[in-house]
């Protein structure tokens, strides 16, 4: 059974740090691309960044470009969000997914095969 799985959410007050973590079982991560997306309630789902196969290519949000690094250990079959500097605004359920998607259609969360469940992250006073 292919699986996605994150991790590493939880509840960090304006300007601390969490990092997320994607595990997969069932298949391995390093023919794919990966991304992380977000959805805060009553929003659309939005790309957050994305990682080539091998880890050569990244890209980010605007919103985000400075503060997150995405990184991946193809050894560990595990995709990695670290998040600085975080402000209430990044505030959403976290998705990794898990696809053959290139150039800026990594945006578009229609263009991914595998989900995982999310992982909540919560920024707040």
């Known amino acids: 059974q292919l699986q996605l799985v994150e991790s590493g959410g939880g509840l960090v007050q304006p300007g601390g740090s969490l990092r997320l973590s994607c595990a997969a079982s069932?298949?391995?991560?390093?023919?794919?691309?990966i991304a992380w997306f977000r959805q805060a309630p009553g929003k659309e789902r939005e790309g957050v960044s994305c990682i080539s196969s091998s880890g050569g290519s990244t890209d980010y949000a605007d919103s985000v470009k400075g503060r997150f690094a995405i990184s991946r250990d193809n050894a560990k079959n595990t995709v990695y969000l670290q998040m600085n500097s975080l402000k209430p605004e990044d505030t959403g359920v976290y998705y990794c997914a898990a696809g053959g998607v290139t150039g800026r259609l990594w945006e578009s969360p229609y263009e991914w095969d595998y989900w995982g469940q999310g992982t909540q992250v919560t920024v707040s006073s």
């Open positions: 069932g298949f391995t991560l390093d023919h794919y691309a």
